[in-house]
T-cell receptor
Framework: GDSVTQTEGQVTVSESKSLIINCTYS????????LFWYVRYPGEGLQLLLK?????QKGSSRGFEATYNKEATSFHLQKASVQESDSAVYYC????????????FGTGTTVSVSP | GPKVLQIPSHQIIDMGQMVTLNCDPV?????FYWYKQILGQQMEFLVN????????KSKLFKDQFSVERPDGSYFTLKIQPTALEDSAVYFC????????????FGEGTRLSVL
């Protein structure tokens, strides 16, 4: 079936350092999935960070970037220099491009940025 | 910005009782969703809803579950009767269009079935 894998459950990084959160996916029944990164900041609801709907394209938001790599079936999230305010739980997700379909989430990666 | 509201944030109910989870979606949104997250596990899709009908549902959407949006107001998830394994956080989401649009999520309602 279709699935999303985030290998790191928890990541600790120092402020101003770089961050990579790995995400790979399997889309056996979806030809051209849409890919998303959602984020949940402490005390807040889940919110969209960025999305990419076309293979080979890069999405960016709030200093984060992710490239839709169809060959590697990956959608890693990166930031060159993190801030303490980036501490949150990050979720990778995919869906079919057809309307209103289910999002399939990864298990989430908790990022703690230390000052 | 627009928000999806879920009140209350926590509901406690005895096993076997009925519970209705309420969601106030963004006013002009047309597609509605429920997701379930058991503690320590990933968020999983339950059901989506458009034009008064369920479009698709997962195997987690048991016969005891039902959804509706009467009179275009709250989008509700009803569980009757509840079971211990229904304890989880339930997230509502909505979107205006469906094609390529990421749904907007509420903060979730934690359901504790005792």
């Amino acid at each position: 079936g279709d699935s999303v894998t985030q290998t790191e459950g928890q990541v600790t990084v120092s402020e101003s350092k770089s961050l990579i959160i790995n995400c790979t996916y399997s889309a056996t029944s979806i030809g051209y999935p849409n890919l998303f990164w959602y984020v949940r900041y402490p005390g807040e609801g889940l919110q969209l960070l960025l999305k990419v709907i076309t293979a080979g394209q890069k999405g960016s938001s709030r200093g984060f970037e992710a490239t839709y790599n169809k060959e590697a079936t990956s959608f890693h999230l990166q930031k060159a220099s993190v801030q303490e305010s980036d501490s949150a739980v990050y979720y990778c997700a995919l869906s079919e491009s057809q309307g209103g379909r289910a999002l399939i989430f990864g298990t989430g990666t908790t990022v703690s940025v230390s000052p | 910005g627009p928000k999806v509201l879920q009140i209350p944030s926590h509901q406690i109910i005895d096993m076997g009782q009925m519970v209705t989870l309420n969601c106030d979606p963004v006013s002009n949104h047309l597609y509605f969703y429920w997701y379930k997250q058991i503690l320590g596990q990933q968020m999983e899709f339950l059901v989506n809803f458009y034009n008064g009908k369920v479009m698709e549902k997962s195997k987690l959407f048991k016969d005891q579950f039902s959804v509706e949006r009467p009179d275009g107001s709250y989008f509700t998830l009803k569980i009757q009767p509840t079971a211990l394994e229904d304890s989880a956080v339930y997230f509502c989401a909505s979107s205006f269009t469906a094609f390529n649009q990421a749904p907007l999520f509420g903060e979730g309602t934690r359901l504790s079935v005792l």
